[in-house]
């Protein structure tokens, strides 16, 4: 951060919306307060002339009353994006300026994605699924619009919508009006907003935000490995009260009762654990009952404030034994940096 | 901007919503696009158990049924954050780092605030009213709640209103759940969230947001004047498409239908004009009707895009003489910054 953040990421930070951290309170982040990433600008469609093109051995067309008439899922989850923690990562990566707050979760429903697959008919040459959206602009130089693919199995997962609603009304038009994908566990770019288009590719998609885009890799000659899943990460709300420019905290002194939640896409939370020491030291934090496999889980923990400064952390791990890192891990796009956060107070 | 934003502005940035300027297209602002400028917490607050209590020759305390039985005034109003355009100015002005987007149109319904205000019985010598909120935090070095008063006499306008609803629906937390204050035509500190209290006051408030901050001053030894109606400005629709970082816009040759929004809180809008050569020569655009005199006025102007580089333009005049001006004028804390938006375009 030594040489600052420029106009052009600024404009960035100023349109795509971060999650307070206090609304970590809520179990559902209420609308408005869901982060949102927009790459080109949000397109405005009128839900009466839309349609849903899906193809596949045959081409289907579905509008809005289709897909509401079809069996719905509802599910909670929790969606952050790749880019989550990258205005932390040295040396610096121009792009969308995240600090921390590239997250939300959602009550989505939708139509299932796989019976609308099988009715288009899946050929055996099947390998991805292709999502479109009307979103348009330029990136990497390319004209293009917003398109992102899936590989086939996953596409087929029971639990991938397409969804119409979120937290019990309509999608708001900057979550993707009329309708957006939402597949659970998976970093934000997957879910692709504004559909348009469905289709089965029988190679792999290799548009710019899936080749060159969203990819841990070193260098510009590296292929790289696709971002796919969340990474374990844990947020505390930083407790006591903020000073208005610096954020720091000021706490009482006697016991401050830490929460926050924590995901993982791999797997489901099986520890939380926190530090008062800036992560010298760990006690395990008391894990909330987990509200469905896509949410995150709530954890709290009661914390001695004794006068002075304090580092508090929390670090998540998962089933399958992901654990946050103390320090980043640097790649070219700023990826997936779920590094353990920070929060700096004073009791007093 | 040439010495870059710091780590700290960033963080406000991360928390305080701009509204994408494509969402000018909406008359009344989606939640969720609606700018938000939160100087400390976002509180949470238990509609059950939350009282208003109202401090005039007596007391009255009220809960959210007994606000919500009074008759009701809804009305649509444009707000526009004070720290408007700090950004652009030079020399840099630290605090919440806004270009333009800090604007949004809502349709807020509430209680009027007058029939309040005489029921708790107003003094002869009654000079301002007090708005406390629930947000408390450290600013100026000086621990407080968000306070913010008003002159009695604009206290007892017909339109000031106690709004618990934004757009048909309560309220979302981050607008002040369950109850804040709205005063059409005046920049956004004066519509204090999160309302606990209101008391009638014999002298003028000394508070930090009033006596330190929202002032127009060269310097802290200048008391300065308080900020309180918007000045006119108008802002338009980035034409074309975007390049994701730079957010340079690239239009087709041939006819662009350019459109915008523009406000003031002095008086009506009464003329926008557009230049495509950055500001050297301007043409009147077509107005829409009024929608209200709180609301934004929409306008609309047919430009013949021809291949180049362009700077487009938009400029408001309201009925009262006020006009943008084509520079800021600088002042301590980077506020009432309405100059001219520039929005360059390739036309190819």
Known sequence: MSEGISLEELQLAARNHGMPLEALRFPVTPVGLHYLLIHYDVPIVDAGEWKLSVHGE???SLGLDDLRARPALELTA???CAGNGRARLEPHVISQPWLLEAVGTGRWKGAPLRPLL???GVSDGGAEVLFTGLDRGIEGGEEQRFQRSLPLEEALGDEVL?????NGASLPPQHGFPLRLLVPGWYGMTNVKW???IEILERPFEGYQQAQSYRLRQNEDEAGEPLQRMLPRSLLVPPGIPEFLTRE???PVGECRLEGRAWSGFAPVERVEVSADGGASWAEAELDPPEGRWAWRGWRFRWDAQP???ILCSRARDEAGNEQPLEPAWNLGGYANNAVQTVRVTVS
């Open 78 to 80: 929790t969606m952050e």
């Open 162 to 166: 397409l969804a119409y609603e979120l």
């Open 308 to 310: 002075g400064e304090h």
């Open 58 to 60: 045959r081409k289907l």
């Open 195 to 197: 559909l348009d288009r």
């Open 249 to 251: 905290r000021t706490v």
């Open 118 to 120: 099988e009715e288009a």
